[in-house]
């Protein structure tokens, strides 16, 4: 099955700075590429998605690219603020719909 | 509704208790899915319905947990004879489109945060 791995665990930035998490997953015939934001207690609630047709989307602060002969994915967020502190997770799915997780990212955003 | 609708928002239960959690799709969503989520960690597929149909169930760990969604609308998923183990967020979500890759991705509910004791 599909396995979808993040990296770092945790990040920390300072307020207004960029960060990027990245994410790989395993199988080539996954071709939809959600990023869930979570913050404590709450549910996950989707910030970007991209499908396997395209390389990049943009969204205000927030982009993603695919890279899809690496099987890589990256989340980008400029300026930063303290409020885009939370868990950040990667999905991927394919034909059979489920999404599978990565184990999410921590972002700090240091005031 | 306005968004998707879990309850209980918490539940303890005694280790060999039966529970049933309750999920409350967005009017009209085709799809719904459950999840479990364990402290710290990305949430992890446990099942998928189209309607009333369970498409795939795959994910259930036993079978001591069961999912209906009889009526293509509200879904509850059970739990039989809890063991500690067991003790997570369930999350259910919902998808206007079949399979979630439509163009709002899935929507999540809040959760039921289950505690086995």
């Known amino acids: 099955g599909e396995n979808v791995e993040q990296h770092p665990s945790t990040l920390s930035v300072q307020e207004g700075d960029s960060a990027v998490i990245k994410c790989t997953y395993s199988?080539?015939?996954?071709?939809?590429f959600p990023w869930y934001k979570q913050e404590l207690g709450k549910r996950p609630q989707l910030i970007i998605d991209?499908?396997?047709?395209?390389g990049e989307k943009k969204d205000q602060r927030i982009a993603v690219t695919l890279n899809k002969t690496a099987k890589h994915f990256s989340l980008h967020i400029t300026e930063t603020q303290p409020e885009d502190s939370a868990v950040y997770f990667c999905?991927?799915?394919?034909?059979?719909?489920?999404?599978?997780f990565g184990k999410g990212i921590t972002l700090s955003v240091r005031p | 509704g306005a968004g998707v609708s879990q309850s209980p928002r918490y539940k303890v239960a005694k280790r060999g208790q039966d529970v049933a959690l309750r999920c409350d799709p967005i009017?009209?969503?085709?799809?719904l899915f459950w999840y479990q989520q364990a402290l710290g960690q990305g949430p992890e597929f446990l099942t998928y319905?189209?309607?009333?149909?369970?498409?795939?169930k795959s994910g259930l760990p036993s079978d001591r947990f069961f999912a209906e969604r009889p009526e293509g609308s509200v879904s509850t998923l059970k739990i039989q004879r809890t063991q500690q183990e067991d003790s997570a967020v369930y999350l259910c979500?919902?998808?206007?489109?079949?399979?979630?890759?439509?163009?709002?991705?899935?929507?999540f509910g809040s959760g039921t945060r289950l505690t086995v004791v």
């Open positions: 319905f189209q309607n009333e149909a369970q498409l795939d």
């Open positions: 979500a919902s998808s206007l489109n079949q399979g979630g890759r439509g163009g709002n991705g899935y929507t």
């Open positions: 999905a991927a799915s394919g034909a059979n719909s489920k999404l599978t």
């Open positions: 199988d080539s015939a996954s071709n939809y």
């Open positions: 009017s009209g969503h085709v799809s």
């Open positions: 991209i499908r396997s047709n395209v």
